[in-house]
Structures are given as structure tokens and as C-alpha cells.
């Protein structure tokens, strides 16, 4: 039932798509492509894609943020520099000399500066630049800048879709195309056997910033139930896997207040019935993902959380297993069939 | 040139495993040189000219690149790693590199910033706390591709961008090697020699065993230096600027430069109308710092392409720089040996 293959290929395709808050319409397009192939599907005021599949029983949302974190261009300096903010919560410590594209008229190239050794004093080392010091090389003076970049203008970390060792991967925007990519595999392991289930998906926008995409498109989809996926935090060197999960090893399901404490222990009944690698993710309050905008939008809707564990979260370098991304859509789709009454 | 200097950028060689570098450049002189691979590894080289010298001049550049050397194995297959050559542990994180002699991937991770207390929001790990990630679950499967004592280097794409700048990895110094490939592929006035050599980055240990068998009268360290043209820098530490010119040393941390020589190339620059600039601060050092020590002693210049964000994976120079250095180092070498 496994195809590991697709599940990359899957998650490919939505990494190679742009899409910083607010600026998402290359990767909403890429995934309203992908969405397509089971379901019509519309475009949000507020750019997030919503798909349906029609049914009579239980109105099932599933929810992935579309939206990555980048950089804003603020204004172009005299010598042609670009100065930065961050949009969404891009990490300063980890973009010295990095390569980077500029979304102006066109995309152009660019290189985060970064302090020449002969410049860094004792009392620095250690320290980097704070967004307000940093600046983007684009090789133009101030001039031939203007033609092409304007304020406002994003800007998206640079990185190839590179394959490690054991079926993981490299991406600067696995946060959150591999939300997207289970849900699609997710549909795709249904194969139409839904049940009386009402599906409607949603890649939703500016997640990275707020989650307003969420809060809008589950307030017009008015479901009886959401699913959120995203990422969260996998063990590494100085992140103890005793606090965090572990690469590799499975779906993790939420439990927190703020979520619905009768789909979490459904999820991890299906997931042990069916065999399905999880882990548990518990959290004291909200969650920090689309689940807290979802549950408050409109009348109010039931809301469970599917995490991906990932490694170097909001960096170039972002670092997920594709087995974790299949089981959590082997996890959705069980739990589809089970609301469907396809178990029944 | 820019083809050059693209293709041997690409090219892994750091400190001590230069190999592919050499061949690459021997692929290059060969039908033009005569050449040998010293105990070392520098590959010297003798270009005849229309003419013998009647001083004899040696050009150096340096194969080496920085990057890194894997020292250890967790039991959780990650790689720890020592350095090789000079890296600010500030453009590590966040960045990727080919490992070992199949050259897999790997990246350098780091604690997530949400998981960081907000007063070190813009503080580094210490050095210690950087690893390489291979994507290996465990021990045993990381050594099926990786040892400890392999190397490891950035993975960068070259790219050309903006208004004629070229960005990759290892421009420090395959810019360098670039220009004299060029001086031996044209052919020069007089006969002349020339070191590419290795392990400049972990103290100059090759050029001090290549000077030492050329034997020169001059010589010449081509080079690339850190230009500081960047925001936030003030104007007297801004070193060099990216589009006026060769830069020409009088001092820096390993070489006080012969006055003499360095107005000879200030004078020639001028009267021969290429671009030239003036080192403007006293820092770094370069293979002219063990070749001017030579045997009896070697009257030495240096000429270096500014380049923004040296050993970093994002090296920037602007290629007339390269061009204006290869004009200037060429008049240099041909004034030097008449």
C-alpha cells in the first residue's frame, strides 16, 4: 500500500513552488493543481485553496498552510543593498551568506551579507546581526535596483530539494508543503472510498503569520470537524528526544486543551488498530498552528492536530522523513473511513 | 575565463585533498607546459616565453578551499566535524555540504528558534554544538558512507548575478588559479614559472616547499582578498571594493611588501591604464607570506581579487576584477623578468 516514491515526488513539486505569507499564489497554485484530481476547487478572498467532496454524513476539514516564511524587502540603500524584515518568523541566525531569491518584476538572485572576519571584534563572536543590520547583495546599484525590486517585495531562502540518507529530505519550506503533500496522499489512499463523509480541504494562507487564512476559510467551509496538519519539532543534537519526537518514527497526535479530546484518542485508535506508527504530541494550552483559528471560527468546530516531526524548523535546511508524511496520511485516511462509516 | 573560474569553483579540494583541483588544471596547461606534482602536491610549472627570463619570476596561487573534516560519529549518525581553514561559525547553520568521497548531503542543523530563550534570539551555538546531518538513523549506517578523516565542503551552486558578479564557494582561490591558467595558455614574453599549490588555508604549507624548489627572484601571490564594500562597514574598513581593481598589498598580517615593488605596480597599473587598488587596512595574509621567506629571500608582491564574504559559501567577486587582476599580474610578471 505503501508508495514512498510518490509521497517524495509529491512533496517535490510543492517545495519547488514559492510562497511567503501573504505572497502565496505560486505554491496555492501548485497545490489547487495537485487538489484538482479529486475534487473542485476555489480560491479564498484571502488566497487559501478549498476543495470539496460532497457527502451527507460528517463534514470533515482537512487543513494544511500553504505559506512559508521569507523576508520582505523594506527599502534599497544607497549602494544598492536591499534592507530586510522578516515575514513570518524567519531565524536571523541562520542567514549569514546565504543565497536567496528576490520576488521583484522578476526573480533575481541575492546573497545575505555577512561580516568579514577582520571585522568581528571579541565582544561579538558569538553574536549575529538582528534583522535591522542585515541586507541583501544583489549585485545592482540603487538605480538598476529600482528597475526591478520595489518595498513590499518578498524574498524566499534558497534550497534545493536534496535527498539525505534513509528516505529524508532537505527543503527550505518543508513547513508546511508537507502538511499539504499527506493530505494529498491521504486522498489518494482513499481512492474515493469516503463513505457519506463531506470532505473539504483547505491549503490555507498566512498561516506564518497568523493564521488568518485558517480563521477566514474555516468560518466559510463550517465544518463539523477539522484536521490540521503541520510540522512540529523532531529531536536533534540539543533538542532532547525526550521532549521531542523522533524522526522516522511516526504521525504525531496532538492532545491539548484547546483540541478535541475525543478525536485525539479516535486518531490514536486507528492508528494502533491499523498498525500505524505515532507518537504523541502534548501541549498545555493552544497549539501554535491553524487548530487555534479553526476551533474559533464561526459557531465553533471540533479540531485534532497531525504533526510532521522535522528537524532545523524555519530554516533553509528543514529535514522531514517521507515515512512520517505516509503514515500521517495513512492516519488521515482511516480516520475518513471510520467518520464515513465505511467501517461500519 | 569566467568559464574557468565557474568550473574550478565547482571543483571539492579542500586543505590536503586538492587531487581533483590538480587534474583539473592539468587538463588545462598540459599542451602548453611543462609540469611536475611535487611531494606535497603543488603542481609547478615552467611556461616558456618568446624570450628567457633574465630574472627569474614565479606566480602563485592556491588549489585549497576551507571546509571541513569529519572527526566523529554520534551513535545517533550525526558528524562531528573540525574545521579546516578559517570559518566564522556564523555562515554554517542553515547550510548544506557534500560529504565524503561519494559526496552525500548533508546539512548543518541547529536548535530551532522557537525552541531558543529570546535573549539568544541572535546569538550563535557555540562551535561545538554544530554537527552535520546525513539523514542516517544511526552509527552503522552513517559509516557505510562516511569515515572519520573524510572531508567535507559547501555545497553552493555558482551563480552569476547582477551587474557582472559571480557567487559560488572556493573563489578563494580558484579565481586565482584561473588567472594563471590564462598567463600559461597565453603565451608569455618571457619564460616563467608557476605554483599552484596546496594547503595555503591551514598556514601555507605548500607554497613554502614549491618556493623553495622553483628558487625565484620574484615572485607574485595571486590571490583573492576580503572586501568589506557591504552595509553598515565604515569607509576605512572597507579593505577593497568590488569593481575598481586588482587590489595591491604594502602590508597585511603575514608580509610587509617591498616599497619598491609595490610603487613599481601602482606605476605600471597607471601607465598601462588598468584598474588597480590599494589594500586598505593592514589584515589577513596569503602564500606571499611564506615565499617572500624563501631561501636567501624573494622580492614578493601580492595582487588579489576583492571578494565580499570570503570562505563562506556565498564568495562574491565581480569578474572584471578578475580580468583587471589578470592584466595587471601578467604586465607585473613580464616587468619583473626583463
Partial sequence: MSDYQNVSSLLKVLCSANGTSGDETDAANAAAEMLKKYMNVEISPLGSVIGTLDGSGVHILLDAHIDQIGLTVTSIDETGFLKVAKCGGADVRVLAASDVTVHGKEDIFGVVI??????????????????????????????????????GDRIT??????????????????DDRAGAAAILRALELLDGKKGNAKITVMFSTQEETGGSGAMTGAFSVQADEAIAVDVSFASAPNVSSEKYASLGKGTMIGYAPSLDFEMSKKLKLLAEENEIPFQTEVMGGRTGTNCDEIQNSGRGCRTALLSIPIRNMHTAVEVCDEADIENTARLIAAY????????? | MLKLIKELSAIPGISGRENQVRDFIIEQIKDYAEYKVDPLGNLIVFRKGRKPANHKVM????????????????????????????????????????????????????????????????????????????????????FKYVQPGDSAWFSSETVEFGNGFIKSKALDDRAGCAILIKMIQNEPEYDMWFSFSVQEEIGLRGAAASAFTIAPEYAIAVETTTAADIPGVKDDKRVCILGSGGTVSFMDRSTLYGKELFDRALELAKGKNIPCQVKMLVAGGNNAGAIHKSRGGVKTLSVSIPCRYLHSPACVIKYEDAESSLALVSALAEDFAK
Avoid: W
Fill in chain 1, 114 to 151: 555577512s561580516t568579514p572576519p577582520h571585522l568581528a571584534s571579541k565582544e561579538d563572536e558569538g553574536k549575529v546581526k538582528g534583522f535591522d543590520e542585515i541586507a541583501i547583495d544583489i549585485g545592482l546599484s540603487k538605480e538598476e535596483a529600482e528597475k526591478i525590486v520595489s518595498p
Fill in chain 1, 157 to 174: 531562502f534558497n534550497g534545493s530539494f536534496d535527498e539525505l540518507l534513509g528516505g529524508r529530505f532537505a527543503s527550505p519550506c518543508i
Fill in chain 2, 59 to 142: 606566480i602563485d596561487a592556491h588549489m585549497d578551499e576551507v571546509g571541513f573534516i569529519i572527526t566523529d560519529i554520534t551513535s545517533e549518525g550525526f558528524l562531528h566535524f573540525a574545521k579546516v581553514g578559517g570559518i566564522n561559525t556564523a555562515v554554517l547553520a542553515g547550510r548544506r555540504v557534500k560529504v565524503g568521497s561519494k559526496g552525500i548531503n548533508g546539512v548543518f542543523g541547529i536548535k530551532p528558534i522557537h525552541l531558543v530563550d529570546k535573549e539568544d534570539e541572535t546569538n550563535l551555538p557555540a562551535a561545538d554544538e554544530l554537527y552535520i546531518d546525513i539523514g542516517a538513523s544511526n552509527k552503522e549506517e552513517a
Fill in chain 1, 336 to 344: 475518513i473511513a471510520e467518520r464515513g462509516g465505511m467501517n461500519a
